[in-house]
């Protein structure tokens, strides 16, 4: 039993890297849809800590996510329809949506003090994660300037969203 | 009677701004696309902070030494007095990236 949640563990750990590692060019409609995958699966999580947490701080954050990425995606959306594009779904935006649907479902059996370390640790991972693709893939790849602008702020809120996030770990410690 | 009310209020503004010391300046800050600007400045106990938010994510300015904690809405523009001199490291709560730091003088 135990080694089996081990191996499960280890399965996981290597998958959320996995989203990512793809050597494939993308294309603009297609980070734009890596993006605001990328932004939903956070608010998706932080609705799920609002209605769950139990520390204040912990729901704080959960507000702060879900306010930050709400106005990021509208931006994104804004964005999008002022360049007539339309964003396109794709392998790394599907196995994001697969490994946050599976992260939820986990999280969704935690509760308490538990659930509370578990969403804020997987926010430092999941941030983490993300701004690594942001800086080394999506970034780069971006042809638009206007996308790759937006997608620079996005990077920069992100990076905050990490560092509060590690901030608010500490405090539950 | 709408006239003279008018009048008073006139009054009464023209009084609270002699009230205000001569020397006390309004420093702005603008925080814009996640970054702080001026990253350092220098000001006076008294003197009125101008907090610019130019992005439409709310934003803090909060002193580590804890001396202040303004909220900065999105798009908006909040005043701050400041009143105790010291040498204040600030950053965003949200977004704790965001730092700069105020020299507060006698």
Redesign the interface.
Known sequence: MFIRLGAAIAAMALASGAAFAQGAKLTDPQIAHIAYTAGNIDIAAAKQAQSKATSKDVKAFADDMVRDHEAVNKQALDLVKKLNVTPEDNDTSKALSKQAADKLAELGRLSGAAYDKAYVANEVAYHKTVNGALEKQLIPSSSNAELKSLLQTGLKIFQGHEQHAEHVAASLK | MRQGGLRAVITALALGAMAVPAHAATIQIVME???ITPAEATAKVGDTLELVNRD???HTATAKNGDFDVMMP?NKTVTYVLKKASTVDYY???????KATLKIEP
């Not at chain 2, 965003?92 to 965001?98: G, L, S």
């Open positions: 696309n996640l970054v439409v994510f709310a999105p965003c709560r949200f977004h704790p990236n965001m």
